[in-house]
DNA sequence: TTTCTTCTGGAACGATCGGTTCAGTTCGTT
DNA sequence: AACGAACTGAACCGATCGTTCCAGAAGAAA
């Protein structure tokens, strides 16, 4: 954040170093370990391999990124971000009806060649369990953003009187951990067809709710 | 299994060896390793904490259960046979009263130290995902081992009328998926509030399911 | 053009990794 | 008592781990 000719410009950081400009867009490398670390987890991801990975050298990555822990909790870190994004934009407005529609299309998503690895938070929290201080931060902050963006689209039918509202906590509940359990499964190696039957199943259950 | 006087004793080999036995019972190393892989993973679980963990020196440890994966995947046995065990205990009889009493002693269980870990087949899976072959067979066993457990009292109760014959698959899936998640929660450090709260919201939807 | 700062490539670091080797001990069998 | 198979403890292996360092290239500012 510059605050040149005292306009400040948040998205882009005019910045007026002197010496050699760095050669590497940060964000776009970020995006490419999303990727590598989700697929490899953390203690499996080599510095080698994610060097390899982000097509530049060792000194680069250190320079731009520190340690690899710190990389890597900078790269769960923007997964979150984007699943934020991603979450917000298909529940932010509607009932049950949206909620549905959200899991329809996580078909597509959980078929997909990345999203057969499951969910990386759901990895990260798992893998590195109460060990790191900051993976119980942003499994905190994972598990509140989730329930917060079901249990909208829940309360709103709720308030039409269209489902429950003794149950809206417990439905909320139920579809979090159903969440990261459909994850669990992807990434264990489910089959396309136990997947969709799964993804079926949460269908039928929300629309069952429905009154 | 020995066929000495012609009685096959399966629980006991009777082995008749010449050399120096064996210091240590097997069965009780792969109990105390079950802990200890629960708790620290695959990857982050290197061999000399292993050893110190077993209590006895790295040619033992190799002599008797081979390589780092080998010993992994013979504990991960190991749990999930002690998993299936406790499954069919609790549910192998009565309806979905019995799966309530279930999830309700879940809380002792997920209030536990070890407990905290989560479910060890779970973190395995999502740590090795599509890896290591032995690790997607093993988790295809779970998954298919813990949806028979929790589908049978769901039919008992479906026979008798109490639930909708039409939801049982629906159900079941759903319950499936959702231990997957309460483990994740579990192991991601959720507070013990948060993790009553899961289970309190689970038993009042299955509870929701009578009719 | 010169100056100055930063980035880059690759060699190198000590530590630790999973795994092996072997001399010596132990103890049932003969 | 002697034999010999199996176990034990510790030293040791090459490979790989995450990380650092440095000489030189690069490029914006002066």
Redesign the interface.
């Known amino acids: 954040m510059s605050t040149t000719f005292g306009v400040m410009t948040t998205t882009e950081t005019v910045t007026k170093t002197r010496g050699r400009p760095r050669a590497f867009d940060e964000d776009q490398v970020l995006d490419t370990l999303v990727d590598f670390f989700w ?1 490899h ?1 953390y ?2 991801a080599s510095m080698n391999d994610i060097v390899d990975a982000a097509g530049l050298n060792k000194s680069s990555l250190y320079n731009a990124f520190g340690s690899k822990d710190e990389l890597f909790f900078t790269v769960l870190d923007r997964y979150i971000d984007g699943k934020e994004l991603m979450l917000r934009e298909a529940l932010s407005e509607g009932g049950v009806d949206a909620l549905v529609g959200f899991f329809a299309s996580q078909r597509e998503m959980l078929l997909s060649t990345i999203g ?3 969910c990386m938070a ?2 990260a ?3 590195l ?3 790191d201080e900051r ?2 931060t942003m ?2 902050r994972y ?1 509140a953003m989730l329930r917060e963006s079901i249990r909208r689209p829940l309360v709103w039918s709720a308030d039409r009187d269209e489902v429950d509202p003794l ?1 809206v ?6 579809l ?10 992807a ?4 089959s396309e067809a ?1 997947l969709e ?2 993804l ?3 269908v ?2 929300i629309t ?1 709710w429905k009154r």
């Open positions: 697929i987890g203690e499996a057969k690895n499951g759901v990895n929290s798992t893998e369990g109460l060990r993976a119980v499994a905190d598990r149950l906590d417990a439905y909320t509940e139920m979090v951990s159903a969440m990261f359990g459909m994850s669990v499964s990434r264990a190696g489910a136990e039957t799964l079926d199943s949460m039928a259950l069952s």
